[in-house]
Nanobody
Framework: QVQVVETGGGLVQPGGSLRLSCAAS????????VAWYRQAPGMQRELVAF???????NYAESVKGRFTISRDNARNTGYLQMNSLKVEDTAVYYC????????WGQGTQVTVSS
């Protein structure tokens, strides 16, 4: 059974940082792409960052230079380092392993507020 679990969300002030983790089990993590999405209330889910199995990365324009996606295949874990957080980054963040439909986690809430 495949499981994807996100952790690391929370409440942070504007300008602060958080690191999200995405732990996967039941799949061969190293051959799967990892992507982070987010969904704010009343908004569509959007792609935030992507890392291929080979380590190539892509970012949404809104987070470029502030967020960094990475992966540790030995730990079957993906990460999203979020710096210089803004109020508009507030959302539920989801991790997806694999391409296409993929395997999704349950999401972790990130709230940026003073």
């Amino acid at each position: 059974q495949v499981q994807v679990v996100e952790t690391g969300g929370g409440l942070v002030q504007p300008g602060g940082s958080l690191r999200l983790s995405c732990a996967a089990s039941g799949i061969i993590f190293s051959i799967n792409a990892v992507a982070w999405y987010r969904q704010a209330p009343g908004m569509q889910r959007e792609l935030v960052a992507f890392i291929s199995s080979g380590g190539s990365t892509n970012y949404a324009e809104s987070v470029k230079g502030r967020f960094t996606i990475s992966r540790d295949n030995a730990r079957n874990t993906g990460y999203l380092q979020m710096n210089s957080l803004k109020v508009e980054d507030t959302a539920v963040y989801y991790c997806k392993c694999g391409l296409g439909t993929g395997f999704w986690g349950q999401g972790t809430q990130v709230t940026v507020s003073s």
